[in-house]
């Protein structure tokens, strides 16, 4: 452990919610989601612009929090995003997706009255942003975009935390996009809403074969429960 050597003489104090300590800090146990949320504090809270917002870009850029998430062998930036999904989750920040010059922009801000009718303001385009489009506003000319593996996970299984998303990096890396999606889809159909189910059924896939959702040895519709009958059972329970 590095040793502090104390605060110095003149200090600049960032201002946290008092309602932080009381209604969201006993609810708070992942560490990176903490981290983000106090930065966030820091840097939103005193900010006097309007409308009051921070972006991704933003937030990647600021070294200090960046070496505070780059405790493990995810990425910063993934781990930084994860941690963000579930402040957003939890109701303590508003998110914006944006089409920005070059290319995607989250924008964040705090869960307040004022801050809920500012989003209101820019969803509707009654207010807008310099250089940021509002990605539910744009004309759909395009197909939709795949769900990358922590949309699937969120909408499949539930709130993610970074030590899920380490295990999800890896799998992206070893299995095609359209088995992992699969597998959260037959995850979901048979009712086992865990990653750890979701891994199963990949690797599995890898060691058997798979071929249009079904295994290669077997030419039938996968059965949802054939996981929970045979040796594997004990770790999927409903």
Known sequence: MKQFSGFPLKTDYAPVPVAFFSALLPDITDIDELKVTLNLFRILVPRRLYPRYVTFTELSADAGLM????????????????ALTIAVK???????????????????????????????????????LPLLE?????????????PNIFSLYEENIGMLTPMVAEE??????????????????????ANKRSWRFVSFLLERWATEGKKDGAYQRNTKETDPDKFVKDRYGKYFQR
């Open 67 to 82: 070496a505070s998430l780059g405790k493990t062998t995810v990425k910063p930036a993934d781990t930084l995003r994860a």
């Open 90 to 128: 939890r109701g303590t920040f508003l998110h914006i997706g944006f089409k920005g010059e070059h290319g995607r922009e989250d924008v964040y801000m705090l869960n307040t009255a004022r801050d809920r009718e500012v989003r209101d303001k820019i969803m509707s385009r009654s207010l807008l």
């Open 134 to 146: 509002p990605k539910q506003a744009q004309a759909e000319t395009t197909a939709p975009a795949q």
């Open 168 to 189: 999800m990096k890896e799998a992206e890396k070893l299995y095609p996009e359209q088995w992992i999606a699969d597998a959260f889809k037959e995850a979901a159909r």
